[in-house]
């Protein structure tokens, strides 16, 4: 039978680390947690959970760190958690990898949560984080695992809070500067280029953001799972910048490679609507268009399967915006029928949550 093990690296974690692990402990036979350098109760934490603790130098390398971490782990199995990191349901499905062959690399759900105009909102990305031994990690920052073996999406889903507004103030600048140092020794590199601008973005530095993610965008393969997100990230840019006609262009220009996502479409009827504010002489002929594209988000539903989509952009937040806009038109019977909609979307959407995250737990296992 395969053993599986959780694989950490970690500093100054004492905020959430216990609870990754408590979420952790009853699927995994191991747990080890690197240290890279704590100066809080993160090593102490970790071993009361019943973890293995090991130290390591940093070196400005997270695949250096990681790898070294891996090392450490003789298991079949590794299951890589961040310590904002816990999970949130479907641990059955790594319970039962003691009886796969280790012979393909595991998908997982992250369920990012983030601080939004509206209130908390959820944003899920697919990563690589189950790995068989033997699989190691490449990149400085943002590092991924680097194997051929095929991937495979499991049922496990992953809460993450280190995207909200308390957290993130935490690494300002640490991310930016090895990205720096990344994309010195690779220019040219597509993904370096999306995270920089990304790091640049989220701290509303839309002027410096928006040239990297337009040379991600050249350079990007039409296959990479993360084009997506950054699509809609530089359609949000270029919004914030004014850049109207340059974002729509950009939409034109990538509409036929979206047509399952909600997120396309939502994005495309915020950018109009900014638009239309900005330029009043315009809103004739931009409120359809406006309208239509969160109709197409609502058409086209909640895709949970596809990559870094926002919960609700097919439901709730849609039907939300079109309440918006009808009740600013002074169409007092449509902002009320949206608005209800949304109500009703929004409770469904709630109740899916929660039956998601009922699992049931098996014994402690050993650690």
């Not at 997506?228 to 850049?243: C, E, G, I, N, P």
């Not at 097919?314 to 902002?335: I, K, R, T, Y």
Request: with cysteine.
């Amino acid at each position: 039978m395969n053993r599986i093990a959780l694989v950490m690296i970690v500093r100054d974690e004492a905020r959430c680390l216990a609870r990754c692990l408590e979420s952790a402990r009853p699927w995994v036979d191991k747990m080890l947690v690197l240290d890279t350098g704590s100066v809080d109760a993160t090593p102490q934490i970790a071993r009361r959970a019943g973890a293995r603790v090991a130290q390591f130098d940093w070196v400005d390398d997270f695949a250096a760190a990681r790898n070294a971490a891996l090392a450490l782990c003789d298991a079949d199995w590794r299951l890589v958690l961040d310590a904002d990191e816990w999970i949130a349901g479907g641990g059955e499905s790594l319970a039962a990898l003691r009886g796969e062959a280790a012979d393909f690399v595991g998908q997982i759900r992250v369920a990012s949560a983030f601080d939004g105009s509206g209130g908390v909102g959820e944003a899920p990305s697919w990563l690589p984080r189950v790995l068989p031994r033997g699989v190691p990690y490449a990149g400085r920052v943002h590092e991924q695992p680097v194997s051929t073996l095929p991937r495979r999406r499991l049922s496990l889903l992953i809460g993450h809070d280190g995207y909200l507004d308390a957290q993130k103030s935490r690494k300002i600048g640490r991310n930016e500067r090895l990205l720096g140092l990344a994309l010195e020794a690779e220019p040219d590199d597509a993904y370096l280029r999306y995270q920089l601008g990304k790091d640049l973005e989220v701290r509303a530095q839309y002027e410096a953001a928006a040239p990297h993610y337009a040379q991600a965008l050249e350079r990007a393969d039409a296959r990479a799972a993360w084009r997506h997100d950054l699509v809609l990230r530089q359609l949000f840019t270029l919004k914030k910048l004014a850049r109207f006609e340059s974002a729509l262009a950009l939409a034109e220009a990538e509409m036929p490679h979206w047509p399952h996502s909600p997120d396309f479409f939502f994005t495309l009827g915020d950018l109009l609507l900014d638009w239309a504010a900005a330029r009043p002489e315009r809103a004739v002929e931009l409120l359809p268009m406006i309208e239509s594209s969160w109709l197409r988000a609502l058409e086209i539903g909640e895709q949970p399967a596809l990559h870094d989509t926002v919960r609700g952009r097919g439901s709730f937040l849609a039907a939300h915006n079109l309440a918006v806009l009808h009740a600013g038109l002074g169409h007092d019977a449509e902002a009320g029928h949206w608005r209800a909609r949304a109500a009703a979307l929004r409770s469904d959407a709630d109740a899916d949550a929660a039956s998601t995250d009922r699992h049931p737990r098996p014994e402690r296992a050993c650690v």
